[in-house]
């Protein structure tokens, strides 16, 4: 029988109990048989042995008995001293082979770990290489599309210089549709400041393009017409001539024909793409130079949106220039252009805006036209020219500038300064009398409100001018603001028919040649001087129903007649006087002080309530203050001019020059004891009355 190895025989070699372990482990079998053969012996034999030497009298069974019971006891203790080794030796070998899966699946797990980065990096290497193509290959597209678009760019451009119009007008097309291109390429350009750079690059070339010189625009007016030569008269007869120079004229006539039609079309694409519905396209953010630019052609900017820099100076427009409702978002320069036909820009709108030195040589409509900022019309010249609902929000300059047709301003709001230093108002001899609703005045400032400053020093109107029911206000923050005429020269009517001066109003040294009417005006601040000092009124003065609540002055006034002109003096319909103050009412000190009547001056039923001083006033005429006539029912009814008693009575000065022809007769009246020298069959009233 072959013997079970043994395992770990040499464990725990100093213990005596494992001594005992290895012994028995090592001889178990020899010992279980020994035990078991000399137990089984010793159980037969004994008793026997024993009874045979006399020690026992007969067997002993329970000898036997005992012998046997020992003898398996041995051999179970053997066997539980065998089963004790063997689970201790299988749970030592447990521990072992757990202890050498673990090292093993902790090796395993470095492994693993290890391959894994080598793996992740092994993957990061061919990802960025990946990237790396990737963007090399974007990179590549991208140029390999801006390449092609530059060669395209560089094709049209020299297209445009070629002799055959087809080809030019293709070219235009080509440069336009790199223009969208360059415009919508988020994806090679992310940022659109960039893609805007590149298109302002193509838009500079077709600006360039409109700007270029055409040497047959010189004839264009000629070209434009049938071909108007004689055979006979201009040739001679020759046929040979005529032919040659007929040919050659339609030759031209078709190429002027054709580059209009390319410039047209480039102003075309252009407009197109200023319209955006709703939202601003981008062609509205680039900067547009037409500067010294000739269109031999009609225009049409009309609703388009201009949302940078706009060039117009010095250019020449020859056809019809359409801007009607344009919106013009940031500078706009006109300045030196010259308009030879028809110019809309009603409904329009301005930001910043120059006409200075303009030239409008035929209408200009600027009809509800809005100026946000600074308006500058400085030396422009206008031929017709309408304002009319026109809305100035900063200062509007007119300074020097020239109106020979007519100037319609109705209803125009300026609402800073409003300066027309040194302008002047003429009239042609073929004014159309329906220009833009003019009414019989051909300078319609009626409606109008100034705001603020509203500068008309050194103006000369050579025709009627209207200033009928205008407002002139200032603004609560320039209490001085200053409505300056002075030195105004208005050659025919100047009609300010129920306007209004909220803030002072300065005619110093002003020229009214034609009537003056003042009729229902309101010269309406009780701090502000109204001054007419040194004015010269030549064909009448009508300020019945006028009411001046500040000072008025009109010291050194010169109201004179033209004999010659007598017959258009204007009348009101009882006065008989060409100096018409009837129903006027002075609410402040007025001034007639050294003033001049050529004729006959009208103040009945005027109001006096601060004082009046007539001084040294020369009247050829008599000063009428009351004025008395038979009514229908026969009962005389009289119309005297009011002077107040609450002044001072030295506030009243009556005493006229000592060489004027006519004085002014007075008398004295008496009110609580305090004597008044007032004019005759006038009444002394006093304002804080009730009934008066």
């Known amino acids: 029988m072959a013997e079970t190895p043994r395992y770990n025989e040499g464990t725990n070699a100093n213990n005596p109990a494992g001594k005992t372990e290895n012994f028995v482990s090592k001889h178990f079998v020899r010992l279980l048989v020994w035990f078991a053969v000399s137990g089984g012996a010793l159980a037969i034999f004994g008793p026997w042995l024993l009874y045979v030497t006399g020690l026992t009298g007969e067997t002993d069974a329970n000898l036997r008995l005992h012998i046997l019971y020992v003898t398996g006891g041995t051999i179970a203790v053997l066997g539980l001293v065998e089963t004790h080794r063997k689970n201790t030796t299988d749970r030592i070998k447990a521990d072992a082979d757990i202890q050498n899966y673990q090292a093993s699946q902790s090796h395993q797990a470095k492994m693993l770990d290890e391959q894994a980065r080598q793996f992740t990096e092994n993957i990061a290497k061919e990802r960025e290489k990946i990237e790396d193509d990737k963007a090399k290959s ?20 020299e297209q445009l210089s070629n002799d055959k119009a087809s080809i030019r007008l293709g070219g235009v097309y080509t440069l336009v549709g790199l223009v969208d291109e360059w415009l919508a390429d988020e994806k090679t350009i992310p940022d659109i400041e960039e893609r805007r750079k590149e298109g302002q690059v193509i838009i500079n070339n077709l600006c360039a393009y409109i700007r270029s010189p055409f040497l047959l625009t010189e004839r264009a007016e000629q070209l434009d017409k049938p071909y108007a ?53 981008p062609w509205s953010k680039f900067d547009y130079d037409f500067s010294n630019a000739h269109f031999f052609y009609p225009i049409d900017f009309t609703y388009s949106y201009f949302g940078a820099s706009l060039q117009f100076s010095g250019a020449t427009f020859s056809g019809y220039a359409e801007f009607c409702g344009t919106n013009f978002a940031q500078i706009a320069n006109f300045s030196k252009a010259n308009f030879t ?3 809309d820009f009603s409904k329009a709108n301005f930001t910043r805006v120059g006409f ?41 300059n007119f300074t020097e500038s020239t109106f020979t047709q007519g100037a319609d301003f109705t209803e125009a709001k300026f609402t800073r300064n409003a300066i027309f230093l040194g302008a002047t108002f003429t009239q042609g001899a073929d004014f159309p009398k329906t220009f833009y609703n003019f009414p019989k005045t051909p300078f319609d400032f009626s409606e109008v409100q100034f705001i603020q400053h509203a500068i008309f020093v ?37 009609i300010f028919v129920g306007a209004t001066f909220t803030q002072g109003a300065n005619f110093s040294n002003a020229i009214f040649t034609g009537n003056a009417d003042f ?24 300020f019945s129903e006028a009411q001046f609540t500040g000072n008025t002055d009109f010291s050194k ?6 004999n010659d002109d007598l017959c258009r003096t204007v009348y009101t319909e009882l006065s008989m006087a060409t100096f018409d103050f009837s129903e006027s009412i002075f609410d402040g000190y007025v001034f007639f002080s050294c003033a001049t009547f050529a004729e006959r001056v009208d103040f009945t039923e005027a109001i006096f309530t601060r004082g009046a001083s007539f001084s040294g006033t020369t009247f050829h005429g008599d000063p009428i203050f009351a004025f008395t006539f038979l ?13 107040s008693c609450r002044v001072n009575p030295t506030d009243y000065n009556f005493e006229a020059d000592p060489e004027s022809p006519y004085k002014i007769e007075t008398e004295e009246q008496e009110h609580n004891g305090i004597k008044f020298i007032i004019p005759k069959e006038t009444e002394l009233f006093d304002p804080d009355d009730p009934s008066n």
């Open 138 to 157: 974007e990179q590549d597209y991208i140029r390999q599309v801006h390449a092609e678009r530059r060669s395209r760019y560089a094709t049209a451009i």
């Open 229 to 281: 030569k004689d055979l006979q008269k201009d040739f001679g007869g020759d046929k040979e001539k005529f032919d040659a120079n007929k040919i050659a004229f339609s030759r031209d006539k078709a190429a002027l024909e054709e580059e209009r039609q390319i410039r047209q079309s480039i102003i075309k694409e252009i407009r197109e793409r200023l319209q955006g519905i709703g939202t601003q396209d």
């Open 341 to 343: 036909r028809d110019t």
């Open 356 to 396: 200075s030195r303009a030239t409008f040589a035929e209408r200009a409509n600027f009809t509800e036209a809005t100026f946000t900022q600074g308006a500058d019309f400085t030396e422009a010249n206008f031929t017709g020219v309408g304002f009319s609902r026109a809305t100035f929000a900063e200062r509007a």
């Open 458 to 494: 050194g103006a000369t109107f050579t025709q009627g001018a209207n200033f009928s029911n205008a407002i002139f206000t200032g603004n609560a923050d320039f209490t001085e603001a200053d409505f300056n005429f002075s030195e105004v020269k208005f050659i025919q009517h100047a």
């Open 519 to 542: 009729t229902g005006a309101e010269f309406d601040f009780s701090g502000a001087t109204f001054d007419f000092s040194g004015a010269t009124f030549i064909q009448g003065a009508d």
């Open 557 to 562: 006034a010169s109201f004179t007649v033209n």
């Open 631 to 643: 009514a229908d029912d026969c009962d005389y009814e009289t119309y005297e001019a009011k002077f």
